[in-house]
């Protein structure tokens, strides 16, 4: 026989009841559940809330995902449910725990460019922006892979050192959206300080993944705006020319020697 469940607070309760109204008038209006705001990767909230509304008080309500209601929340980007859950449970969640996958709801809001949520989580519930996964990942790595701008500058601001934050292979935020090429993060993290040496275990530096990824306006950047060092070798010697020179085709619509050009400018 299953356990006789508590009873919800009616502050809880009253949470749980304004889901499952939004969940109710979104699927009047024919949306699907994987479709409302407060539903994730096959997921319902409704479904959830409906069988284990106490959950929400718990920092793994999933046992095979790992996650918790604020890592549901930051998936689907609802800051709004996410604002209501801080009011009625203060501190009864963490904002830092890690899924099953080491990712932290601040990790799943960067993935997906959730700004609104990225704030509310450092604001709201004192995420700490430094959190990283077991690849040594945190939220600015995965903003600036994914090229979300205003995400990484907005990280910046909150914790300006996290610019120079590394994974396990020693990769900085800079290095990941050079070799994305995102343009416009590189312009925000180098505005925030970050330093154009990677230092990666091979020595391979931001503008040398640049050039061998192919990504000809980060190259063109990094060197004539931001001052890398054209010369800087890796361990095995190669630098960001023979990187050019080499790189694999299908990995840009410019051809080696446009990659090259800034290069041999500089």
Do not use: K
Request: hydrophobic share 45%; glycine share 10%.
């Amino acid at each position: 026989m299953q356990p006789r469940a508590p009873t919800l607070s009616t502050e809880v309760q009253g949470v749980i009841d304004a889901v499952l109204a939004y969940a109710g008038r979104a699927a009047a209006a024919g949306n699907s559940l994987v479709h409302v705001p407060a539903v994730t990767a096959g997921l319902g909230v409704v479904g959830w809330l409906q069988e284990t509304g106490l959950a929400l008080l718990s920092d793994e309500y999933d046992a095979a995902t790992g996650n918790n209601v604020l890592h549901l929340l930051a998936r689907a980007g609802n800051a709004s449910v996410m604002r209501q859950l801080r009011t009625v449970l203060g501190g009864a969640l963490s904002s830092d725990a890690r899924n099953r996958a080491g990712a932290t709801p601040l990790a799943l809001a960067c993935t997906g460019g959730h700004l609104e949520v990225v704030d509310e989580l450092i604001h709201g519930w004192c995420a700490d922006v430094t959190v990283a996964d077991r690849s040594g990942w945190a939220g600015i790595h995965i903003a600036a892979h994914v090229g979300h701008a205003t995400l990484v500058a907005s990280l910046c601001h909150y914790a300006p050192a996290c610019v120079r934050l590394r994974t396990l292979t020693n990769a900085t935020p800079l290095f990941l959206a050079a070799q994305e090429g995102h343009t416009d993060v590189c312009r925000v993290l180098v505005a925030a300080g970050a330093a154009l040496t990677s230092e990666r275990r091979d020595g391979s530096s931001t503008l040398f993944i640049a050039c061998q990824e192919g990504h000809l306006e980060v190259a063109r950047f990094l060197l004539q705006e931001a001052g890398a060092n054209v010369n800087e070798a890796t361990r095995s010697g190669s630098t960001p020319l023979h990187a050019a020179a080499v790189q694999v085709p299908s990995r840009s619509s410019f051809p080696p020697t446009a990659v090259a050009s800034p290069i041999m400018e500089a």
